[in-house]
T-cell receptor
Framework: KQEVTQIPAALSVPEGENLVLNCSFTDSAIYNLQWFRQDPGKGLTSLLLIQSSQREQTSGRLNASLDKSSGRSTLYIAASQPGDSATYLCAVRRITTSGTYKYIFGTGTRLKVLA | DAGVTQSPTHLIKTRGQQVTLRCSPKSGHDTVSWYQQALGQGPQFIFQYYEEEERQRGNFPDRFSGHQFPNYSSELNVNALLLGDSALYLC????????????FGSGTRLTVV
């Protein structure tokens, strides 16, 4: 059974710091991995999608890496800003035995960037 | 280009009642998936609809049912509500057979009292 764990559960940093959020998964047979941002009481916004054949993806100040063999992904945020404060969720997508796909989410990391 | 639209945004129901939540997918999307997100948890997959059929289902009881209409919009129905059904219900749309990430709606906050 695929399990997704995110560490730390919560993080508070001063503005301007570079930071790393971690995501680990137990089954390396994934199709892709996606990082999302969720503001309080809101839906999810996709940040980065990494296919299983890729090692990393970058978008602006965000960089996500994927190491399938070790079951790990990291989200790197450069020069953090107060507007980055949110919960960050990772989700792995795997192919089921019936040939369909499903996402399994971690519980998220709550980030607070202090001005 | 409208994204995923969910209604209502909030609602309060009493234990034992029934509720219907609605979702309109992003333009060009034909697949709708529903997720339940309890407070402080990650979203849990409920089911997915494609071509008006339930294609996948997560570990949710039969009290949770759904429907997809010819215009690709979808409804989530929950019968005999329990206090534990209180959560944010998220709808996500995508294009069947194409490996693009989901587009999520803002969710419906359901409170069961």
């Amino acid at each position: 059974k695929q399990e997704v764990t995110q560490i730390p559960a919560a993080l508070s940093v001063p503005e301007g710091e570079n930071l790393v959020l971690n995501c680990s998964f137990t089954d390396s047979a994934i199709y892709n991995l996606q990082w999302f941002r969720q503001d309080p009481g809101k839906g999810l916004t996709s940040l980065l999608l990494i296919q299983s054949s890729q090692r990393e993806q970058t978008s602006g100040r965000l960089n996500a890496s994927l190491d399938k063999s070790s079951g790990r992904s990291t989200l790197y945020i450069a020069a953090s800003q107060p507007g980055d404060s949110a919960t960050y969720l990772c989700a792995v997508r795997r192919i089921t035995t019936s040939g369909t796909y499903k996402y399994i989410f971690g519980t998220g990391t709550r980030l607070k960037v202090l001005a | 280009d409208a994204g995923v639209t969910q209604s209502p945004t909030h609602l309060i129901k009493t234990r034992g009642q029934q509720v219907t939540l609605r979702c309109s997918p992003k333009s060009g999307h034909d697949t709708v998936s529903w997720y339940q997100q309890a407070l402080g948890q990650g979203p849990q997959f409920i089911f997915q609809y494609y071509e008006e059929e339930e294609r996948q289902r997560g570990n949710f009881p039969d009290r949770f049912s759904g429907h997809q209409f010819p215009n690709y919009s979808s409804e989530l129905n929950v019968n005999a509500l329990l206090l534990g059904d209180s959560a944010l219900y998220l709808c996500a749309s995508s294009r069947g057979g194409v490996d693009y990430g989901y587009t999520f709606g803002s969710g419906t906050r359901l409170t069961v009292v």
